[in-house]
Structures are given as structure tokens and as C-alpha cells.
Nanobody, 125 residues
Framework: QVQLVESGGGLVQTGDSLRLSCAAS????????MSWFRQAPGKEREFVVG????????AYADAVKGRFTISRDTAKNTVYLQMNSLKPEDTAVYSC??????????????????WGQGTQVTVSS
């Protein structure tokens, strides 16, 4: 079973940058679809960005387009989320998720079998 471990969260100011990492426990991860979701207090979990196993397909939520970038390093079994120009509304627990296939509903949490424990990102104004 794939285990995912996120890191890189923290407290930053508006306009700052952060890079989150999601490390997978198995090399089979390299054939998985990987996505980042986030959940703010009192809100539902929402899709942020996803990347196919090859890296050729990526999808971004409108709220983060142009500011966030997803990438993967297959040699390290790791996916990264580079977050620039952070805003207070980006404050949330960020979790990575994995699944064996790119679903037509990739933006739904229910489409993913494997989840990390999450990392807190707080952006102060």
C-alpha cells in the first residue's frame, strides 16, 4: 500500500512562497496520478492541482492558476507543490492524494485511494 508523507508547510506572509513535498513509500508511485487538495476551517476539501504519472497532463484550480506549480521527481518518488504569491485565502491544510488512474472527475476527493496526513499552510495578511 502506498504511503504518502507531506512536508513543507508553515506560517508565511502575503506574497511569500512555499514549496510543499509529498514523498511516496513505493516506486510504483511513479505510475500513479498525484494531486493536492486543501481544506480550510469550516470548508469542504477542495482540489488544488493534479499531475498524471507521465507529467504530461496537469490540471489546476482556477484559484491557483498562475501562482502554483506542480511537479514530480520520479527518482525521489516525490511530488512538489510550488506556491507563489500566497494569499490569506490559501490558508488551509494541504494534503496529497494518489490513485492509479486519471479519472474524468479528478477534482473529487472520492476518486483517490491514498492520502497523506496533511500539512498546515497559514498565510498572514
Amino acid at each position: 500500500q502506498v504511503q504518502l508523507v507531506e512536508s513543507g508547510g508553515g506560517l508565511v506572509q502575503t506574497g511569500d512562497s512555499l514549496r510543499l513535498s509529498c514523498a511516496a513509500s513505493e516506486r510504483t508511485f511513479n505510475s500513479y496520478v498525484m494531486s493536492w487538495f486543501r481544506q480550510a476551517p469550516g470548508k469542504e476539501r477542495e482540489f488544488v492541482v493534479g499531475i498524471s504519472w507521465s507529467g504530461n497532463r496537469r490540471a489546476y484550480a482556477d484559484a491557483v492558476k498562475g501562482r502554483f506549480t506542480i511537479s514530480r521527481d520520479t527518482a525521489k518518488n516525490t511530488v512538489y507543490l510550488q506556491m507563489n504569491s500566497l494569499k490569506p485565502e490559501d490558508t488551509a491544510v494541504y494534503s496529497c492524494a494518489a490513485d492509479e488512474r486519471w479519472s474524468s472527475e479528478y477534482f473529487k476527493p472520492s476518486e483517490y485511494h491514498y492520502w497523506g496526513q496533511g500539512t498546515q499552510v497559514t498565510v498572514s495578511s
